[in-house]
């Protein structure tokens, strides 16, 4: 059964806080997405990478970062956390144009 | 960017009717994908939908894909409570090689079916 997993379903931060999202998968895919999602807003892409240590700024990139040591790892970073981070973040995998497999999502909110 | 708009935002529906959301774009879609998303759960995949014109059937789903490709549909028949869901269109972005698999997706429709 193909996984995508996430580090946490829910995380609490305060403002200013560095934020890390890990976000790992298990089907060998190339492309791996970081997406949040917020009511009204639908899934908005804020990273992605085709490879290994490479990555490209999606559609909402301010305030964030990524890193993909790893094919499976695929890392978001919030350098110093605000309330307007606060949403869903949600991870998924993908072999070139096929479907996309999500994580389960984490639900963050900082204060 | 390439912009997809999707409509409702919701829909709220007795269980047994039917149920249609549609995905509009101003240009013309390289291909469309369909997710559903149940509350409190993720995005899973549907359907991918490539060639103008085409219509394809999952049970009581139907999806398609406009002639000129600027369009899509996802129509449910006689709706029951476990549709109720987030349902997404999204296109696949062939802009080039490194942007293979990046999905442009739509605001979704919310549906909530009542028994």
């Known amino acids: 059964d193909v996984k995508v997993t996430q580090s946490s379903r829910y995380l609490v931060k305060r403002t200013g806080e560095k934020v890390f999202l890990e976000c790992v998968q298990d089907m060998d895919h190339e492309n791996m997405f970081w997406y949040r999602q917020d009511p009204g807003l639908g899934l908005r892409l804020i990273y992605f990478s085709y490879d290994v240590k490479m990555k490209e700024k999606g559609d909402i990139p301010e305030g964030y970062s990524v890193s993909r040591e790893k094919k499976e790892r695929f890392s978001l970073i919030l350098e110093s956390a605000s309330t307007n981070q606060t949403s869903m973040y949600l991870c998924a995998s993908s072999n070139r144009v096929n479907e996309q497999f999500f994580g389960p999502g984490t639900r963050l909110t900082v204060l | 960017g390439q912009q997809v708009m999707q409509i409702p935002q919701y829909q709220h529906v007795q269980e047994g009717e039917d149920f249609t959301t549609y995905c509009n774009s101003s240009t013309t879609l390289s291909n469309i994908q369909w997710y559903k998303q149940r509350p409190g759960g993720h995005p899973v995949f549907l359907i991918q939908?490539?060639?103008?014109?085409e219509v394809k059937k999952q049970k009581r789903l139907t999806f398609q894909f406009g002639e000129a490709k600027k369009n899509s549909s996802l129509h449910i028949t006689a709706t029951q409570t476990t549709d109720v869901g987030t349902y997404f269109c999204a296109e696949s972005n062939y802009a080039g090689g490194t942007s293979y698999g990046k999905l442009t997706f739509g605001q979704g429709t919310i549906l909530t079916v009542h028994p």
């Open positions: 939908l490539v060639k103008s014109g």
